[in-house]
């Protein structure tokens, strides 16, 4: 759909405002959310991160198509939320340690959002304390952690580790997933999901 190919050319290009425009004009033409993040916001990331991989495009460039993804992600996330329906269940989510990478974090904390759960936000840069305390002191049911970063994904076990040393690993779920994360990772920390997108991680969460 030829609005879908110019929301992932605008993405690319970093015009952020361009791409919030053409979300809301997607979503009034009817076409589903769903649609729009996959074939429109995420094909345009997914064409920067092959390009920044490849050194054809660099840092800044990443960063101002990484804005132009979190405003448009921004616009949809009304219409995920199914309206008025009280959360059921509570979830924290972060980055781990180490990793700045949050666009996938947001989408599904977005996503969970939208199934009605109620999700705490710690950011980026997630020490594995502050997910097992806050899951502590807010009572939640589920932990998510998320790294894109090799050199990070093992902060995901310290997670593990954090949550039995304080005695909550039976009552608390670890989500685990980002780019390299695996099953056979997730099976190896002893964490208890791991889902490869945001959409599967919404349907495991419910
Ligand atoms: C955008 C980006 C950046 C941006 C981040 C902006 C931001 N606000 O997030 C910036 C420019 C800051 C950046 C910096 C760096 N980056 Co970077 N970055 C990327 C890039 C291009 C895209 C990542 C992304 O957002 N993808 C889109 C989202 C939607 O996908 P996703 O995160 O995978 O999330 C999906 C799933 O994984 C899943 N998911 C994610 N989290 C979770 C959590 C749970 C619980 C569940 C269930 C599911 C789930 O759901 C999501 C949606 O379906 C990737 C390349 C790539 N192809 O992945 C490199 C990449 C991740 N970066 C890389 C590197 C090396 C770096 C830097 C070290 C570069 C440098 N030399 O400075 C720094 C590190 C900074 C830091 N300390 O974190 C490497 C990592 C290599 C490795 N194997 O470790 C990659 C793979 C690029 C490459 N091929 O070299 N980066």
């Known amino acids: 759909m030829r609005i879908l190919t110019e929301i992932s050319e605008n993405l690319q290009k970093g015009k952020a405002t361009i791409v919030k425009e053409l979300v809301q004009q997607a979503s009034d ?8 993040l996959d074939e429109g916001l995420l094909a345009g990331m997914s064409i920067i991160g092959e390009k920044f991989k490849n050194n054809e495009v660099f840092v800044p460039e990443v960063l101002v198509a990484a804005r ?35 666009i996938g974090k947001n989408l599904v904390k977005m996503m969970m959002e939208g199934k009605g759960l109620e999700v705490i936000d710690l950011g980026t840069d997630v020490a594995p304390e502050t997910y097992v305390q806050t899951a502590i002191d807010q009572g939640c049911q589920i932990i998510c952690c998320s790294a894109l970063l090799t050199t990070t ?3 995901m076990e310290e997670v593990v580790k954090k949550a039995d040393e304080a005695g909550i690993r039976s009552k608390v779920k670890i ?3 980002g780019a390299p994360v695996t099953q056979t990772f ?3 920390i002893g964490a208890d999901c791991y889902t490869a997108d945001a959409a599967v991680a919404m349907c495991r969460s419910a």
């Open 29 to 36: 033409e009817g076409i589903p959310v769903q649609q729009i």
């Open 68 to 102: 132009a993804m979190n405003m448009g992600a921004a616009l949809l996330k009304p219409l995920m939320a199914s309206a008025g329906v009280e959360a059921a269940g509570k979830v924290c989510i972060g980055t781990v340690k180490g990793d700045l990478h949050d």
């Open 153 to 155: 994904m093992g902060v």
């Open 175 to 177: 989500m685990v997933g």
């Open 186 to 188: 997730c099976d190896q």
